[in-house]
């Protein structure tokens, strides 16, 4: 089968390197392959199951330093994917919140998930709030990582969603260029290689931290592993309405950045004491937590999961 006139190398060259014990599977969805893997729990009785999504211009190696460190593992099964549009999953047509809630919600179905935790970074948080407005049957918690909460959002971030109609029309280009078939070759990309660099750069401080900011916030880098029309997707699903928050039902833990770069925290704590069952932390970090933070993240997130299922065992 040829996707998106991507063959079956191709697929395999982008594709994100699998721990051990972790299985790989491809679901077939409109036109495209949808790249995902389970780890199964290391002891039984599964606690549950816990979902990653990773954000804009990324897929899913982001997570593969979190899988390797978390105990979660022990106990939960945990799924991650490359989004349609992203790395293997690669698709030729438009990439929506609506459609990949989609995939997500054929993903609960093919690995037989009725409930599970989904955790999302960035744009993968943005998918995750709308995923549980349309399935909040499907969900056990919800972890947000910085995201991008319209009521929270800063001069900066308003300012870039203000580049919506500019970011359409440049998709538009984009797409065609596609059909004509000029298309670019994309490079693999493995973020936990990525990210060890960037912490050398953060520890050094001054222009080293400016230089690793720079880098982690170009569109040109970012260009090198993900086509022009799927990441000008990624930016403006990024800037969605964000679901109301009565519509957020489930336990969720929402984890923002500490400089204010994209969200501002007080506004942030304003929107999640409107969740019903919303609960934040704050971690030190500009916008990439997995990053420049992970073992913070993964504490904070470890904790707050532990508790609610130490919470339902004793109800």
């Known amino acids: 089968m040829n996707i998106c006139g991507c063959g079956i190398d191709e697929r395999q060259r982008l594709a994100y390197r699998l721990l051990p014990g972790e299985e790989d599977a491809w679901l077939e969805r409109k036109a495209a392959q949808i790249h995902w893997s389970r780890l199964s729990a290391r002891h039984k009785p599964v606690q549950a199951s816990i979902v990653l999504l990773h954000g804009a211009a990324s897929n899913a190696s982001r997570w593969e330093e979190f899988i390797e460190t978390t105990p979660l593992k022990e106990h939960f099964d945990i799924i991650r994917l490359d989004l349609r549009g992203h790395a293997s999953s690669l698709d030729s047509q438009k990439a929506t919140i609506k459609e990949w809630c989609a995939d997500l919600e054929s993903i609960f179905e093919a690995a037989g998930l009725e409930r599970a935790i989904v955790i999302g970074h960035s744009l993968g948080a943005q998918i995750a709030m709308h995923f549980a407005a349309r399935f909040p049957h499907r969900l056990t918690g919800l972890v947000l990582l910085d995201p991008l909460v319209d009521e929270a959002l800063t001069k900066k971030a308003q300012a870039m969603k203000k580049r919506l109609p500019l970011l359409r029309l440049l998709e538009s280009a984009a797409r065609f260029c596609n059909a004509l078939g000029i298309r670019r070759r994309l490079q693999h990309q493995d973020l936990k290689a990525m990210d060890a660099r960037a912490r ?24 090198r592993y993900i086509h022009a029309a799927a990441y000008l997707r990624d930016m403006i699903e990024a800037g969605r309405a964000t679901p109301a928050a009565a519509t957020i039902a489930c336990p969720t833990l929402v984890i923002g950045a500490s400089s204010g770069t994209y969200t501002n925290a007080k506004a942030m704590r304003r929107w999640v004491e409107k969740l019903p069952q919303g609960q934040v932390a704050n971690v030190q970090c500009v916008h990439w937590p997995l ?16 508790a609610r299922f130490d919470q339902a065992r004793c109800a």
């Open 200 to 223: 050398r750069m953060i520890n050094q401080g001054g222009r080293e931290l400016e230089a690793f900011v720079r880098q982690y916030s170009s569109p040109w880098e970012d260009l």
């Open 291 to 306: 990053t420049e933070c992970p073992a913070d993240v993964s504490r904070v997130i470890e904790k707050w999961i532990a």
